[in-house]
């Protein structure tokens, strides 16, 4: 089976509570809060009680439980850590896309994929590293994928790779696997797709699989940004972090925006998502086009 699509972000989809409502205690609403704060380091304000309610009711019926205390009772007993990472995955908001943000892909094939390119010596290893951190169900990192794989084909003797990072353990699971819904591929040109999926049989339909080529460029691997210890001992060439410092209040937003900074090596690129340009205020990036920022 493909993946079912990511939960969308639109403020109905969010907020609109399911059917056989459950009531949520400003107490019950504090421990989950403090839980989700614990495990992410993604800050809940009271306004999103009823987004909370939202995602967890399902939880609470497949439990059998009634209501939200014996649910933060559960949470809060350390005796289900199992659980504990199921409310997280249902916390975090998932939606993503193939060439989400077209233009940061157009501003990568046009400016900073011909300056790695120029700035490697001629004789030197010919290599490029990025990162998709916070890569939701895979659809960035196979696009990022797509575009390193399409800009080196006339180029030999590159070696490239892309690490895939998410905290969310269900949407790595559908990120490894490769598989999409014809509506998830919508976005991908005939061109692309005939290039890098297998379309195959399911379910009375079709589904697209990303070919093994492509799949093998891409390591996929759990990592909450909130930690210290970056997972990379090479300096990276570029880092796409998009639309998941939302989560974050400032300081948590800078801290993990200074980390991503020390992954990249000088001269190295950091994409934000559209809503997330209050970086230009940081001293040790240069903003060089929309939400994208640059390491002197
Ligand atoms: C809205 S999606 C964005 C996906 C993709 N980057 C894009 O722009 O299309 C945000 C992703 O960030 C992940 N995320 C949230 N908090 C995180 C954290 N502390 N560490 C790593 N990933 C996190 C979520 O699980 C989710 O998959």
Known sequence: ??????????????TRPLAGIHQLSDKDFATISRLVEAQTGIHLSQSKKDLVISRLSRRLRALGMRDFSQYADLLSSGRAPQELLEMTNQITTNKTDFFREPHHFEFLRAQVLPAVEAGTPAHGPKRLRAWSAGCSSGEEAYSLGMTLSEYW?????WDWKILATDLDTNMLRAASRGLYRPEQVAKVSRNLLLKYFLRRRQDGGYAYEVKPSLRRMITFGKFNLIHAGYPHRTPLDFVFCRNVLIYFDGAQKQAIIDKLTTSLRPGGWLFLGHSESMLATNRRLVCVGPTVYRRP
């Open 1 to 14: 089976m493909p993946p079912d699509p990511p939960r969308r972000e639109t403020a109905q989809a969010a």
């Open 153 to 157: 084909a006339g180029r030999p003797g």
